[in-house]
């Protein structure tokens, strides 16, 4: 059983920056591909990005430009670095591990969630 434990959300104003940080529980086997969603108010949970062990990288239209993915194998930690946030960003955000990045990409067969860490963007 993996466990993931994100931590870095918060309130920011418009045009600032956050870091999320997410933790995996067990070694790198199990968590090749990590990645990040967010869930809005009323909306369904969507892809934000993804990368995996060898550091390949996907990101959603969205946040391409403004948000960059990177983690640490040795910590098995993933973070992504969010800047020029906007209102619209506002979402709580997931952590999850997958066996492959298309997986996450496509946000199925998804193999662990985190618990969430909710992100305020205020105007």
């Known amino acids: 059983q993996v466990q993931l434990v994100e931590s870095g959300g918060g309130l920011v104003q418009a045009g600032g920056s956050l870091r999320l940080s997410c933790v995996a529980s067990v070694g790198a086997a199990a968590t090749y591909a990590m990645g990040w969603f967010r869930q809005a108010p009323g909306k369904e949970r969507e892809f934000v990005a993804t990368i995996t062990y060898d550091d390949r990288i996907d990101y959603a239209d969205s946040v391409k430009g403004r948000f960059a993915i990177s983690r640490d194998n040795a910590k098995i930690t993933v973070y992504l670095q969010m800047s020029s946030l906007e209102p619209v960003d506002t979402a709580v955000y997931y952590c999850?591990?997958?066996?492959?990045?298309?997986?996450?990409?496509?946000?199925?067969?998804?193999?662990?969630w985190g618990q969430g860490t909710q992100v305020t963007v205020s105007s």
């Open positions: 999850a591990t997958a066996s492959t990045r298309a997986r996450l990409v496509a946000n199925s067969g998804i193999d662990y």
